[in-house]
Every structure is written in C-alpha cells, then in structure tokens.
C-alpha cells in the first residue's frame, strides 16, 4: 500500500531511485514507472511534412520507416528532438515557426528506390532483425484474379506475377540482397504472409502450398534453408525420383497434408478404445470428413522457436479473404527437424488452446531477446490488468465457443504488430482500447481526445492524443481514419489522420 500511494513528483521518485534499490528482477518495471510523469503533453497541429506513408519506429528507437506515395521509395528518418534558444523564460514562449516543421523532430538518412515501374513497395510489410541491422522489404506488381492454372497451384487464389523481398542495411539503405516469388500469391498486408524469428524468416505461399525457410546471414545474404510443402524432408524428392514414382507425383498429396491426415487418423483411432466400435468411430470422425480435410490449405504460419513452426489450416476462401467465419479450422504445431505434426487443435472448439493462449501468450510471440522494450508489452499472460480485461470480456460473451473462436482468430501470431512503448502499458495506463492500442491497424478517427488515465490514479487524466486539426472541423460524412506511431521509449508520437480526398493531417505529441 505505501508502493501505492507513492509520491507522483518526478523530483521525489529521483531521490528514491538514488536511495532505494528495486527487487530483484524488477529494475526495468521501476524505472517505467517514470513515465507516469513523462508524458507526450504538448502537441503540434497539421506539421508541415512531406507527403509520405508513415510506417513504423523500429524498437530500438533510432528509425523512422516512411514511403513514397507513388509506393516506388524507401525513405528512413532518425528521430531528433526540437531545440531552439529564447532570451527569456522559454517556458512563457509559444513555440517558434520552425516547431510546425517536420525536419525539427526527424532528420532524413536516405531515401532509395526500390520499386520498378510496374512493382509497388507494399506499405503494410516491414520487418527489422533483433540487432536492427537490417530490414526487410517487399514489392510486387498488380495481383490478378484470372490467373490460368499451373501445376501444383491451388485453384481459386488469385497470383501475382511477381513478389520480391529486399534486406536493407538500415544505417546506409545498401540492399544487399533479394529474393523472388513469380507467378505466386503471398499475402504481404500487415506482414501476414512473413514472420521473423532472430535470423530466420519463414514466407507463406498460398498458391503453391509452401512455407519457405529463409536464413538472414551476417554477410546480408539471404539464403533458402528449407522448404515445407509438397516434400517435408530434404531427400523426399530424391527418394521419389529414385523409385521411378516422380512421373505419378502429381496423384501424391503434399507432405505436409499427408502429415495432417496421418495425425488427425491416428489421434481419432486412439479415442475410441474398443476394437468394435473403433471402426464405426473412424467412419464417422474422420472418413466422413476426409474431403474436407483434403481440402484444407495453409493460411499463417509462425515460428514458436527455431525448431517448431505454429501452422493454421482452413478453406481456400478464409485464407485469400482472412475470413474468419470458416466452420473448419486447424492449429498444429510441427517439428521441422523430425517432419512431424506435435499437436493438432480444433479453432472452434478447442479449451485447451484457449488455455494455453490466456496463460502463456508471451510464448505465442517471440519479442527479440536483447530488447529492454520490446520485452515489455502488456499481454494478459504479464499482467493481471489485461487478465483482468480478456476475463471480463469472457464473462460478457454470449457463449463460449464463440468467445473462443474469436480469442483464437489472432492466432498465429502476426510478426512485430505490437508497439513497445510504455503509454501503453497496462500497469501504467488505461484507454480505450477501441480507439487506440499497442496493435499495429488504422482505427475509425473520433471528435474526441484519447484519454490516457492513471492505474494508480484513476481520476488523472495524464496526457491526452487527438488526431486531426486543432479545430476539429471536418466533413463528419466523410470517412476518416487514424494510425498511431509512439516512440518505443521517447515521450514521442506521431498521430496520422487521413480523409479520403484531402491531405494527410500529421500531429506531433510530445513532451514540452
């Protein structure tokens, strides 16, 4: 209780920070508490910026990741903080002209080209090593929905004539290399279709089935490792070839499925222990739905760690338009050492997932090892605010399978979606989670300020965050959206309003 009602003054937490040692363990949970006095106070209106798309600051806090418009340029800004001199007490002074100037609080690195004429960055992909050396980049020409069908491709995704993957060295903007995907669909919003785990990527190709394992060498080589798909061992088309079945290959079900149906067989002959009704149970259970088994595809893939990837299954449908209305859907969980599927869960149904999800989330994505920040988002498995929350919103719903199967649309994991900064801490801050959070999507723009209120004061309002221009005034019949970027450690935001048919409005909140 005495930690509760502890002094709020900057310069008394200070004092006790000189005098008092935290826990064990504790030392970073301490020190964020500062932010509570170190808040985003001030905000500038409607900076003067280029017009680009902002993406994201990488969470060491040293980049800022823009677009062109024309979505051909890469640009990459270093975060600086505004200075200006005044004779008197620069406190009573408004903020000089050049404080309306984006320059004042970015400087720009390098801008370099990454697109061709008819490629296009993709401005939802953006991934960045745990050392923040280099990142990852993506570029495709126009998707196309009347692709002609080529063997091993799935019928109904569409195709895309050509995705490449850049690696750029952040401090330069060198690209030291590439890798391209022709005639293939990968689903590159939000970084869906990729997912980074210290130096390995894996790369989901919806249109052929395959997951491909990228290794990311110090050299700035980008270089194939392994690919799970049609074969799962390195060997298995060595072994076809070798037996004279390689002309028949195309009567063979992918590896991959094959491992599938083998599990979901095996796992329904053990459930009925009786050797006379076994065969009626697998009549029911499973060879009642074998086409439809057949018929699953891979919608998202995620690393658990370097040996065990989190696969989801379900129709052709949900995984081209990321509906999550499928009736059938699978999360299974495979060993790409030993080729085999570790454990299958049912999406709509499972309790055992969804109690793996509450309670061990953090293990659902893996933050890199050597962020001090990045270590430090809230989930409901760290905090018991956000338990306190996801239990609360579990009490409200109208029945448990449909709370269920909602938690477990998340899953797997999208990689690096989630802001590390401390404002949204939720030992530290409340708000509304609707209109702003640590998750990476454009949310509906409001009227109103965001209020961030103390935890351990719930009547001060500490900062508030409003996009848009200071009067407010704007077409209400319009649609307008807002995106949030918060510096992983600065009292430092960027709030973006757009408007269709008018210019980007960019806030700057920060600490004055």
């Known amino acids: 209780m005495v930690g509760f009602f502890r002094s709020g003054n900057l310069a008394t937490r200070v004092f006790d920070r000189q005098f008092l040692s935290p826990r064990p363990g ?39 990741v823009a677009f062109s418009r024309n979505h ?42 990454l697109a061709s004429s008819n490629e296009y960055i993709c401005k939802d992909f953006f991934l960045y090593m745990e050392g923040h050396k280099y990142g990852l980049f993506a570029t495709s020409t126009a998707q196309s929905n009347d692709s002609s069908a080529t063997e091993g491709a799935i019928h ?26 022709c005639n293939d669909f990968i689903n590159l919003a939000h970084s869906i279709g990729a997912y980074l785990y210290e130096d390995l990527v894996c790369i989901v190709s919806l249109r052929y089935q395959t997951i491909h ?77 074998f086409q439809d ?41 495979y060993n790409m050492e030993t080729t085999e599927i570790v454990s299958l869960y049912q999406q709509n149904s499972s309790e055992e997932l969804y109690s793996l999800f509450e309670h061990f989330y953090d293990h659902f994505h893996a933050n890199p090892q050597n962020s001090s920040h990045g270590n430090f988002i809230s989930s409901h498995s760290n905090s018991v605010h956000a338990l306190d929350q996801l239990r609360t919103i579990k009490n409200k719903a109208s029945s448990s399978p449909q709370f269920v199967k909602k938690m477990m649309a998340s899953l797997p994991y999208t990689c690096q979606s989630q802001s590390p900064s401390p404002y ?14 640590a998750i990476d999507r454009h949310r509906n723009c409001t009227e109103h300020p965001i209020k961030f209120i103390s935890v351990r004061q719930p009547n001060v309002v500490k900062f508030k965050i409003k996009p848009g ?44």
Request: with cysteine; glycine share 4%.
């Open 72 to 113: 051909q340029d890469l640009i990459v800004y270093r975060p600086i903080w505004l200075t200006f001199s005044c004779h008197e007490e620069c406190d009573s002074h408004d903020l000089p002209d050049q404080a309306r100037r984006f320059d004042s609080f970015f400087k720009q690195l390098y801008s370099i080209s």
């Open 293 to 333: 088994y057949v018929d699953l595809i891979i919608w998202k893939v995620q690393f658990l760690d370097r040996h065990h990837l989190f696969i989801k299954f379900g129709s052709v449908d949900g995984g081209v338009s990321r509906s999550t209305e499928q009736n059938l859907a699978f999360f299974a969980v």
């Open 156 to 181: 109904g995704v569409p195709s895309i004539e050509k995705i490449t993957f850049y690696l750029v060295r952040l401090e330069d903007g060198a690209i030291l290399d590439e890798k391209a995907f």
């Open 424 to 437: 949204f801490d939720l030992t530290l801050f409340r708000y509304d989670e609707k209109l702003i959070s």
């Open 213 to 289: 394992v990228l290794q990311i060498r110090d050299s700035g080589n980008l270089v194939e490792v392994r690919r799970i798909g049609a074969f799962c061992q390195e060997d298995d088309e060595l072994y076809l070839h070798s037996h004279g079945q390689a002309a028949q290959g195309s009567s063979f079900l992918p590896g991959i499925k094959q491992r599938l149906l083998s599990f979901i067989f095996r796992k329904t002959w053990n459930e009925e222990p009786d050797q006379t009704l076994r065969v009626q149970h697998l009549k029911k259970k499973f060879y009642f739905h």
């Open 26 to 64: 504790a030392t970073v949970n301490t020190v964020r508490q500062f932010y509570e006095n170190l808040v985003p106070s001030y905000t500038i209106y409607d900076v003067e910026c280029p017009d680009y798309s902002f993406r994201k600051f990488t969470d060491d806090g040293k980049y800022l």
């Open 469 to 512: 221009s200071d009067s407010g005034a704007s077409d209400s019949r319009a649609k307008r959206i807002s995106s949030f970027l918060f510096h992983p450690f600065f009292p430092l935001a960027l709030s973006i309003q757009q408007t269709y048919m008018q210019p980007t409005v960019v806030n700057v909140h920060f600490r004055r």
